[in-house]
């Protein structure tokens, strides 16, 4: 086999670690799923950047077609916002981990990285009594460090089959994307806060969930929670 030439060894190295940077079923930092079994006509919505003075409206919503979610909160929203954090436990949601200040953990420490980790786990579990077994790296992006941490703290990292990019389009086209998308075993992200802003403005999500769920419903689907879809027998 020929070596490659050094330009192309570099532009095929940096492609790969864009891919395991940010590709959805890259597991090179750290174990990670991106979609559950394909077998059953189940998917999860799953709702990352809370919790937010907006998220009591998504769980009524879910709750009025009792229909089950996971939502990935960031340990400094549930220290400010510890009442909303127990309302989606008791809403029968799961909770994962989304780290505690929402940084870019790409060229981080693994120090930094394991802190993130750790300070969110201690913040859900003291105010939720709820002890997360997934995380979802912000903005989908690994880095090295990130692996050991999820190992330490016994979690599996959790990417999506389908976004909504809900943050910057309106709730039509978040609709739209988000049914296109649906399939068995899909898991679908949505935002019930924006990283870490105070009062943010969710409406176009609130929206879209409140058309999403009844459509898919219709069509057939089962929601499940990421651990339910990902191991249906526990
Ligand atoms: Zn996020």
């Given at each position: 086999?020929?070596?490659?030439?050094?330009?192309?060894a570099?532009?095929?190295?940096?492609?790969?670690?864009a891919?395991?940077?940010?590709?959805?079923?890259?597991s090179?930092?750290?174990?990670?799923?991106?979609?559950?079994?394909?077998?059953?006509?189940?998917?999860?919505?799953?709702?990352?950047?809370?919790?937010?003075?907006?998220?009591?409206?998504?769980?009524?919503?879910?709750?009025?077609?009792?229909?089950?979610?996971?939502?990935?909160?960031?340990?400094?929203?549930?220290?400010?916002?510890?009442?909303?954090?127990?309302?989606?436990?008791?809403?029968?949601?799961?909770?994962?981990?989304h780290?505690?200040?929402?940084?870019?953990?790409?060229?981080?420490?693994?120090?930094?990285?394991?802190?993130?980790?750790?300070?969110?786990?201690?913040?859900?579990q003291?105010?939720?009594?709820?002890?997360?077994?997934?995380?979802?790296?912000?903005?989908?992006?690994?880095?090295?460090?990130?692996?050991?941490?999820?190992?330490?703290?016994?979690?599996?990292?959790?990417?999506?089959?389908?976004?909504g990019?809900?943050?910057?389009?309106?709730?039509?086209?978040v609709?739209?994307?988000?049914?296109?998308?649906?399939?068995?075993?899909a898991?679908?992200?949505?935002?019930?806060?924006?990283?870490?802003?105070?009062?943010?403005?969710?409406s176009?999500?609130?929206?879209?969930?409140?058309r999403?769920?009844?459509?898919?419903?219709?069509?057939?689907y089962?929601?499940?929670?990421?651990?339910r879809?990902?191991?249906?027998?526990?």
């Amino acid at each position: 086999m020929q070596a490659l030439p050094p330009l192309a060894a570099t532009a095929a190295a940096s492609s790969f670690l864009a891919w395991a940077v940010r590709g959805r079923s890259a597991s090179v930092f750290g174990r990670s799923v991106w979609r559950g079994p394909g077998d059953t006509q189940a998917l999860a919505l799953t709702f990352d950047d809370g919790p937010s003075e907006s998220t009591p409206h998504i769980l009524d919503i879910l709750a009025g077609h009792r229909v089950p979610a996971t939502f990935f909160q960031c340990g400094a929203n549930v220290d400010r916002l510890p009442h909303v954090a127990r309302e989606v436990a008791a809403g029968g949601h799961e909770i994962g981990n989304h780290s505690y200040t929402h940084p870019y953990l790409f060229l981080r420490s693994p120090k930094t990285i394991e802190n993130e980790l750790r300070r969110t786990q201690e913040t859900i579990q003291s105010h939720t009594a709820f002890s997360p077994i997934w995380f979802r790296a912000p903005y989908g992006a690994r880095w090295f460090g990130l692996g050991a941490a999820q190992r330490n703290l016994k979690l599996t990292g959790v990417m999506w089959s389908a976004i909504g990019y809900d943050w910057n389009r309106r709730a039509d086209e978040v609709v739209a994307r988000l049914a296109a998308s649906a399939s068995n075993g899909a898991i679908l992200c949505l935002h019930d806060g924006r990283e870490l802003q105070r009062k943010p403005d969710v409406s176009a999500t609130v929206e879209a969930v409140r058309r999403l769920v009844p459509l898919l419903l219709d069509r057939g689907y089962k929601f499940e929670t990421i651990g339910r879809l990902l191991c249906p027998k526990t």
